[in-house]
């Protein structure tokens, strides 16, 4: 089999179905890229990619947008749901087999329903990228965390993550833990009990080898780790608001939490941040995610350019 | 008189304004075009379509896009009222003016007002398509339909075609009877009394020696029909919707309804669908639905191609 | 110094920052291009253009996306707040950061917030255009009305301009003045008390030589004018509603209010407009307003064009 076998073709719908020889070419490519940059532009031209945003996400749509345009595809579909026939009651179903139509030869949806992108993966024969859909799955996020990892350690075997933040609904905290349990690390999930990790993610991890931690406090993990990957807690998902606020600033990252962090620990967020990372963080050596947020645009140039054969 | 005279520089705001000869000018190199794909791409090299979308569709604006950025134009404007300052009561006149200033060399408008188009195409000396406008027009759609027609029989005389659904105001309905009065059909008007067709389409019909019939129930034309196009009924817009509900169920094209169906029937629909037109179809020799919606990109990269006379 | 170095790499976030030989070049240059159409195309290509449009406008937006895809760049961005994370909370600061790491050359920015250009400027290395800021700037603006100017009377200096409408909160008209002080002008301010303009404004104008006159009503200055520059009063926006619908009238530019003009005046406004300025001017020689709009594609193509040192 030749090299690109493994991506020919082929829906990212779920970072479960993904291994870490997989994760590792991904991420090897991206790297690549990054240092010669503009390698791979072009390399699709004449090809059509539909965006398929039927939840607004201006970091992942320009994203797409961007690694779509300059690998020469052209771009349709819509960024958000409003000025589109959504409000008429499109199906996710028409739209899928309407692009077809038109010719599209990759989709990219996003979707606040859980199994969009799988149930569109098989409405057409053409490949499909989950751009994040309902509260479990953002699997190109996930690939992007990891590079941004690797980028800063040049590795991810050996190392201790912290998870922080609503892991119960946060959609890039259980592909990442999916992503992670390919390699040998430990994790530890640190949320208020309403939000800990589903206990089918933590099932998996251990089938793959890897035990996670539960913590309720980041004060009590804190030094410990490597990297700390941050999240939004939403308070209306909490039961009991009132209680929550009480308990807020133990989820809070900033200069005072990270007191005892190792001086080589890395701060991830999948952005868009509102206040549980200060932004007074950003200017130390900890803030690894506006590089985290840059390299999603040359990985999914990578991602497609080897889903649809584009070479290089 | 060259070839392209009956296209070149004109607005297409209606579909009676085009002749049998025209409509099949049209079918003909929209064929030929689907049999070569791609042979098109880039004869407008330079130029600049502008899309003002006043009322959202996905469908029609997609195509529009992608038929536009084929042929190597650049595309600016709106997919939707949201975002643009018609919410600061920009008129559709100075919207005009200002893309034209801007260098456009052709208009697409889709607007909720009657007449829009025709408006829009006395503004400005560039030539403007209609992307559908107020309850009466929507002329490429009409062009799209016949060629769903054509595609599936190879011909349009002879057929007998029924129109289901909401005749009184579906825009694409009355553009459609106008298109095939050209051409030697018989049509039956299926519709609840409230919304059945304008009598002021059903004369002109008989002027151009089609006389239409109206029926209240597809059952009892079903068997007898070539071509079924079926349109979505708006309970709002009927002036009793309770009365409504109890006869509902005589406007939705399901298995059912299709029981006595010739096995050539094609079921047409311009889509979105919500419930008129059940996914239980979908699957089936009827459904021609989705090849029309496809036909609507080469179609309209043949019409703005011969109307700026990009060669080819 | 290569004559290139006056605009190479800088910010456009303030109309105040820039001399008379800058506003020169750029309207020669801006004429030179309307000559020879088409002389720049392509001179910035490879290149990516961020259009972060954090508060909608068609006119303004559709301008820096045409000029910027001429100039041979990408567009990524938004056209409108809708569709975008800004509604989860994204902040100026970390979309600015965001885009910069996507590869953005060039940044123009629209915010509803005074000095959220300057802000953006502050964040990122590449050059930041401010599209409209607050209530105070829009500079780019303030160099399309010049350059409408100087195309009507092939000068500037020596003429007498007539600003009204609401001259405090309208962000056209403090640019223009600030542009305008670089030049041997007449100003009269003329706008019922609430709406004049800001003194500060006034200040910086005497200190550079120009003194302004105010004046409440039109028909008072009208006959002395070589050039009336309108803007839209929004009645939110005065004190006593009520009170200013009796004088409303004074501040509608129509033909009966024009009756005493100089044949040779010509009325600009930034457009879009409501009913302040009526459309029966537009088919007389004093209508400059739609030759104004048309302005902004070649003069911002200039501008992009010179910061970024695209040649030619």
Redesign the interface.
């Known amino acids: 089999m030749g090299p690109s076998t493994d991506f020919l073709g082929r829906d990212v719908v779920s970072a479960r179905d993904f291994k870490r020889e997989q994760f590792e070419r991904i991420l090897r490519a991206t790297e690549d890229l990054e240092k010669h940059r503009?390698s791979l532009d072009g390399t699709l031209k004449?090809k059509?990619a539909a965006l398929l945003?039927f939840e607004?996400?201006?970091?992942t749509?320009?994203?797409f947008?961007?690694a779509s345009?300059?690998l020469g595809m052209?771009v349709?579909?819509?960024?958000?749901?409003?000025?589109?026939?959504?409000?008429?009651?499109?199906?996710l179903?028409?739209?899928v087999?309407?692009?077809?139509?038109?010719?599209a030869d990759i989709f990219v949806v996003r979707h606040s329903k859980m199994g969009a992108a799988r149930f569109a993966a098989e409405i057409t024969d053409k490949p499909v990228i989950s751009a994040g859909d309902g509260s479990r799955e953002h699997p190109t996020q996930a690939m992007v965390d990891l590079h941004a990892i690797r980028k800063a350690f040049g590795k991810i075997d050996g190392l201790k993550v912290g998870m922080l933040g609503d892991l119960r609904y946060g959609r890039t905290s259980s592909s990442l833990a999916y992503a992670l349990s390919n390699f040998d690390v430990e994790i530890t999930f640190i949320a208020p009990e309403a939000l800990q990790m589903r206990p089918e993610v933590s099932l998996l991890l251990k089938q793959r080898g890897v035990t996670p931690k539960k913590e309720k406090a980041l004060k009590d993990v804190a030094g410990k780790l490597d990297v700390l990957y941050v999240t939004r807690i939403q308070k209306e998902r909490i039961p009991d608001p009132t209680e929550f606020e009480k308990v807020k600033g133990m989820y809070e990252v900033n200069l005072e939490a990270l007191r005892d962090a190792k001086p080589s620990l890395k701060v991830l967020h999948p952005?868009?941040?509102?206040d549980e990372l200060a932004?007074e963080v950003d200017g130390t050596d900890y803030a690894q995610y506006?590089?985290q947020?840059?390299g999603?645009?040359p990985l999914r140039m990578v991602l497609m350019n080897l889903i649809l054969g584009g070479g290089n």
């Open positions: 503009g004449g059509l945003f607004p996400s201006t970091r749509y320009s994203s947008q961007i345009e300059k052209k349709t579909g819509f960024a958000g749901p409003t000025g589109s026939s959504i409000t008429k009651g499109e199906t179903h028409d739209t087999k309407m692009f077809e139509g038109y010719g952005l868009p941040r509102v932004t506006f590089v947020a840059a999603g645009l």
